[in-house]
């Protein structure tokens, strides 16, 4: 089982336009869904460690290839309160993600609505 969820949201500006390592522009078009997804990830079905397993080494494997932004299908769950809608969000606001992130935001309807999250990786340093 996962590490028990250490909740640390995505820091805002005082104006709510977005994280504060990330530029008002391009948390725009991250939340706008105009950023081009060069992969996605469908956790339907998987029981919490198998997402939070595949989760990880996905959003690892986008950081090293050098991906921008993804798409991770969650679903929406029975009753609108789905676990797997509950948790990526807290998984990526962990350790290790977290240092592979750089924000993540609900998606626009044609990519899953609420049932999945645009995920913006940071750049990866080299040397």
Known sequence: MPRPAVSRPVTRRADRSGPVDLDRR???RLHRGEMIVEARLDLHGLTQIAAYDRLAAFIDHAWRVGSRCVLVITGRGSGDVGILRTMTPRWLDEIPMRDKVLAYTQAKTHHGGAGALYVLI?????G
Not at 122 to 126: K, Q, Y
């Open 26 to 28: 391009t948390w725009q």
């Open 122 to 126: 940071r750049r990866r340093r080299i």
